[in-house]
């Protein structure tokens, strides 16, 4: 079955540059969500979107921002970049159907971002 | 506010040896939903399974079980008969219907020798 697709797999960066996570869901997958997992740390939510509209927001920096698109991909713009946002960065997507709170996450292999 | 915390932040055992993995959550939302996520060494998360709130029935499949009590709002999950490949970080998640987020515990890291 097809996956959760996500590119690159790995970044590396210098401070202060800009970077450009995109996320491809499952095929009829419309809900699109992203996470940020630190160096032994569990993954935290930054931003969702359904139907390319944001749906939840989490603790993301105001110097990322992200979108959904009209074929359902997501990218996530990373600016100005620190130390702190070396991790691993998730997208997972679900399929809300005809009922929007029975929907499971279905994780992305991450992209994993050094900023040196 | 959610939160879920996993007590153990690391569990040794040997092949064949069964272990369960605890969780307990707090939430203030009647209806929610509960799940376990494995992630290998390779660092992907891989969806295990889901409980919802409404459904306390536990349920096994295949070595995977899970023990769902509402009343101390707990969400164990159990691996019978381990093996090497059962190695993983286990996150346990906690999504309310209020809101699309996952929120997850801090982790337990299994470690099964041969």
């Known amino acids: 079955a097809a996956g959760v697709i996500q590119s690159p797999r790995h970044l590396i960066k210098e401070k202060r540059e800009t970077a450009t996570l995109k996320c491809y869901p499952i095929?009829?997958?419309?809900?699109v969500y992203w996470y940020q997992q630190g160096p032994g740390q569990d993954p935290q939510f930054l931003i969702s979107?359904?139907?390319?509209?944001?749906?939840d927001k989490g603790s993301i920096p105001d110097r990322f921002s992200a979108q959904q698109f009209s074929d359902y991909h997501s990218e996530l713009n990373m600016s100005s970049l620190e130390l702190g946002d070396s991790a691993l960065y998730f997208c997972?997507?679900?399929?809300?159907?005809?009922?929007?709170?029975?929907?499971?996450?279905?994780f992305g292999p991450g992209t994993r971002l050094t900023v040196l | 506010a959610q939160k879920v915390t996993q007590a153990q932040t690391e569990i040794s055992v040997v092949e064949k040896e069964d272990v369960t993995l605890d969780c307990v959550y707090e939430?203030?939302?009647?209806?929610?939903?509960l799940f376990w996520y494995k992630q290998p060494p390779s660092g992907e998360l891989v969806f295990l399974i889901r409980r919802n709130s409404f459904d306390e029935q536990n349920e096994i499949s295949g070595r995977y079980s899970w023990n769902f009590q509402k009343s101390t709002s707990s969400f164990n999950f159990t691996i019978t008969a381990s093996q090497v490949v059962d190695s993983a970080v286990y996150f346990c998640a906690l999504r309310e219907t209020s809101g699309s987020r996952l929120t997850f515990g801090e982790g337990t890291q299994l470690t099964v020798n041969p």
């Open positions: 979107f359904y139907e390319k509209m944001q749906s």
């Open positions: 939430t203030r939302d009647t209806t929610y939903y």
């Open positions: 095929p009829r997958h419309d809900t």
């Open positions: 997972a997507s679900s399929s809300t159907l005809s009922d929007r709170s029975t929907d499971t996450q279905y």
